[in-house]
């Protein structure tokens, strides 16, 4: 028996890439969560995926999608009329998500430490040429 044929990767677009990266990281929580709709924003290239389940563990894809795609913006969006609630992931376009990636990295702890240590070493470097300039030429 041949195996299954599977479509390259270059053929399905970034709509369906992110659609069963969503569902199948919401289905590891709920086995009903299903992908109720998809939506391109055209001026600023992100896209909105909304995760809807029969039960009531909304709270909880949410919480699964923000650890599995920090740099998407998730939310909880009810309908008031039907009292039902979908999780809703905005993955915005490739620029923001390094601007993103870029702004979580500097608030990092790390990253806050290793630039005060720069700063140190810059400044005691500051005052060591400084001595050896003015030893030189006082001397």
Do not use: Y
């Not at 970034?14 to 924003?41: F, K, P, Q, Y």
């Not at 979908?86 to 870029?102: C, H, T, W, Y």
């Amino acid at each position: 028996m041949d195996p299954p044929v599977t479509e390259p990767r270059s053929t399905q677009t970034l709509a369906e890439r992110l659609s069963r990266g969503v569902l199948n990281t919401a289905r590891s929580v709920d086995d009903s969560a299903r992908i109720s709709s998809i939506a391109r924003w055209e001026h600023d290239d992100s896209t909105l995926l909304k995760v809807s389940t029969e039960s009531a563990t909304p709270f909880k894809i949410a919480d699964v999608l923000r650890r599995r795609w920090p740099l998407a913006t998730v939310s909880i969006v009810q309908n008031v009329i039907s009292g039902h609630s979908e999780a809703q992931v905005l993955v915005p376009s490739s620029a923001d998500q390094i601007k993103r990636a870029n702004d979580m990295a500097k608030e990092s702890s790390t990253a806050l430490w290793l630039s005060l240590l720069v700063r140190v070493l810059r400044a005691a470097a500051t005052i060591c040429f400084g001595a050896i300039v003015v030893r030189n030429v006082f001397s």
